[in-house]
């Protein structure tokens, strides 16, 4: 039985899969079922357009095609069309407080030891830099261990 239903794989069969792997991408984007569907989509055209007549185009031959062409598929779609920035770029994102470097403020603690906190915007924050009394204003000078550091201005 399940090998009849094999033997009967016919165009709409591809179609069929690569539309259903097209929506599988646009309901769980990846880009990368995208590469299967058309894939399908292809072997669905191929056997559509007269392969089907040939005896060296069976069942067989079109999935090791399938197998074959979703390979090269995903290979040169991912050369083509890059889904990710390199793992070493950081963003500003994943650095928030960068968005502070350059900001100047008043001290809300006294920096003590090299440790205080200053109010930016609407969150107090972890400074660190030279010892200063509370009221003194310091401009931000880079992020350092989830700290912002500072200087007298």
Do not use: H, Y
Not at 87 to 98: F, G, M, Q
């Amino acid at each position: 039985m399940i090998q009849q239903a094999l033997a009967e794989i016919g165009p709409w069969f591809w179609f069929v899969a690569g539309l259903v792997l097209l929506i599988g991408e646009v309901v769980i984007p990846a880009a990368f079922l995208v590469w299967f569907g058309i894939a399908a989509l292809i072997i669905g055209t191929l056997t559509l357009t007269g392969f089907a007549d040939v005896a060296w185009w069976p069942w067989q031959a079109q999935l090791v095609a399938f197998a074959i062409l979703s390979f090269v598929m995903v290979f040169v779609g991912r050369k083509v069309f890059p889904t990710s920035r390199a793992a070493t770029e950081p963003t500003e994102l994943n650095l928030p407080l960068n968005r502070w470097i350059g900001s100047e403020a008043t001290l809300q603690e006294p920096i003590v030891d090299g440790a205080g906190r200053v109010k930016l915007g609407d969150t107090t924050w972890r400074v660190l830099g030279p010892d200063a009394e509370i009221g003194t204003r310091v401009r931000v000078l880079e992020v350092k261990d989830s700290a912002l550091v500072v200087e007298r201005i």
